[in-house]
């Protein structure tokens, strides 16, 4: 394995996603030793079935996908669903409209009733901030909140929005952020040098589909 492979969540997202890229995301995960595969709700519990009961690869998903500002209680629904059919982890975008709106109450319920939901299973809230979108001010709110709400894990963005994650936001997160939270970052990491300055801010994941370009020739 080599020492990016760690950091690394291998990713498919796109809409027209197979359950044949899913397979290939997975079974290279498996071969490459990545921290984890972040695959779409719907392939779950298939990913499941590949990766095995007790494999070491973190099984990730996405809630609220990429917008955000679904219903609560329709992200709280897709966390249960995503957690009975095998994730280990859940990556759940905030209501970003919320937060633009100033209405500081709904974007608390969100994350509270987010952390919450996966919490009570045991299991990995990230959440999904989309840095890019938002102010340093605003981003510091919403770390206060996750703190309040014992969420362990922020994420950059959703690399969706064309935003791609930068060694700023990174460190932003981190100036904001409780000293124990892991900070994952996502969206346009492609190369192995993009990678390493992220690492150096402070990253402890980075979700991307271009793993396999980014550690070949690399150790292992």
Not at 16 to 37: G, M, N, P, R, Y
Not at 174 to 186: L, M, N, Q, V, Y
């Amino acid at each position: 394995m080599s020492e990016l492979a760690k950091y690394i969540e291998h990713t498919v997202l796109k809409p027209d996603t197979s359950l044949s890229d899913v397979k290939k995301v997975c079974e290279a995960a498996l071969q490459h030793q990545f921290a984890a595969v972040c695959i779409p709700p719907f392939f779950v519990r298939d990913a499941r079935r590949i990766l095995g009961e007790n494999s070491k690869i973190r099984l990730a998903t996405v809630i609220g996908f990429p917008m955000g500002y679904v219903a609560i209680a329709a992200k709280s629904e897709e966390i249960k669903r995503a957690i009975e059919e095998g994730a280990d982890e859940v990556d759940a975008v905030i209501n970003i409209a919320a937060v633009k709106t100033g209405n500081w109450n709904q974007v608390t319920h969100d994350i509270d009733s987010l952390a919450r939901a996966a919490q009570m299973r045991g299991k990995i809230l990230k959440l999904i901030l989309e840095c890019g979108l938002l102010s340093p001010d605003e981003i510091r709110q919403i770390c206060a909140i996750a703190q309040e709400h014992r969420v362990t894990w922020l994420n950059t963005g959703t690399g969706f929005h064309g935003i791609p994650a930068t060694v700023e936001m990174v460190r932003t997160l981190r100036s904001f952020a409780a000293p124990d939270t892991k900070i994952k970052a996502t969206g346009g990491i492609r190369t192995a040098a993009i990678a390493q300055l992220l690492i150096e801010a402070g990253v402890n994941r980075m979700g991307t589909s271009s793993s396999l370009e980014m550690t070949k020739g690399l150790a292992v």
